[in-house]
């Protein structure tokens, strides 16, 4: 999900889910593992030894999805989870690096022990958790998540909804267009299953990037493009001449901080290191910063997604 282009380095904004996100987000308190850290302790110090020797975090995201993440003007990491990851940072003692990486490169990195931890709108689901494709297929080992954020999917549309989409259904018969490997695609195949049922067939565009998805629909090559709510709203916002935000956000789920299922204490640190950040303050700044304090954790949750 990401790419810096006119198209995706200018779009902020989130709003609606509050209420939602909160919820959602506690009630993972009760299924997932609330980290719960105390304030003076040492977190550098409990550091495993491979990371604490190198003093640095390095971080796998695909800096292409503003406000996530993006490039800057200067090339370097900004953004919603480079800014969150730098309280984290901070907090064990560690500079951050961001690796940039395709999206759906992320997890065979991570695997491949090339970085420590991604961290690239990562939807926390069962699926990712076990290392499982739709029917349950296990395709990889699986990872542990660190969940920050609360976000769902949005469709874009044309200024104006000239095809006056309002939901999934309404796709049906037309193109749309999204990035491969992200919970978006999940969701389109399922919905061409049930086009199919009604007759009216739904083409799905997978592309490299989500610049390539917005292009198509700014083309009118695609009805819409599904995306994370985020991103969805900065584009309504920032181009504001060429798309708009069409019907209620679906199925809003947490990102998390994806870690190998090998390195549990890296995890529980990172965990409480965010938990540090929220309480400070510090969270909720970079929240208002992006304007995304609508998708705010109230902690931080392990494998809460589902």
């Known amino acids: 999900m990401h790419r810096t282009s006119p198209l995706t380095a200018n779009r902020a904004g989130r709003a609606g889910v ?26 550098h110090g409990r550091l495993p030894e491979a990371v604490k020797s190198t003093g ?39 500079r951050v690096q961001f690796v940039d990486t395709a ?11 090339d970085i420590d931890v991604a961290m690239s709108a990562l939807s926390d689901d069962r ?3 076990d290392g499982t494709d739709d029917r349950g297929k296990k395709t990889g080992p699986g990872v542990d998540f660190v969940d920050y954020f609360i ?21 049906c018969g037309h193109t749309v267009a999204l990035q491969r490997g992200t ?4 969701i389109a195949e399922r919905q061409t299953a049930s086009c199919d049922r009604l007759k009216k067939p739904l083409t799905v565009h997978q592309l490299d990037t989500d610049d390539q998805a917005m292009a198509e629909l700014a083309s009118g090559k695609a009805v819409a493009d599904l995306n994370d709510f985020p991103v969805a709203a900065y584009a309504s916002k920032t181009a504001s001449d060429k798309f708009q935000l069409a019907g209620p956000q679906l199925q809003p789920g947490p990102y998390g901080i994806a870690l190998r299922k090998s390195d549990t204490a890296l995890r529980d640190l990172v965990a409480k290191a965010l938990d540090r950040a929220i ?9 208002a910063k992006w ?11 392990i494998n809460g997604g589902f």
């Open 18 to 43: 509050a209420l939602v996100a909160g919820t959602l987000l506690l009630t993972a308190c009760g299924s997932g593992s609330s980290s719960g850290s105390a304030g003076g302790e040492d977190l």
């Open 56 to 94: 640095v975090l390095k971080i796998g995201s695909d800096l292409n999805y503003a406000p996530v993440e993006f490039k800057g003007q200067n090339g370097e990491a900004t953004g919603l989870d480079p800014d969150i990851a730098e309280e984290i940072g901070k907090e064990l003692g560690l």
């Open 103 to 113: 999206f759906d490169k992320l997890l065979p990195a991570l695997q491949a022990k």
């Open 127 to 129: 699926q990712r958790q």
């Open 151 to 171: 976000a769902g999917t949005s469709i874009l549309v044309q200024k104006g909804n000239p095809k006056n989409i309002r939901n999934l259904d309404d796709l």
């Open 183 to 186: 919970t978006q695609a999940a």
């Open 279 to 287: 309480r400070s303050g510090a969270y909720d700044k970079i929240l």
């Open 291 to 301: 304007n995304v304090s609508a998708g705010a954790a109230q902690n931080s949750v």
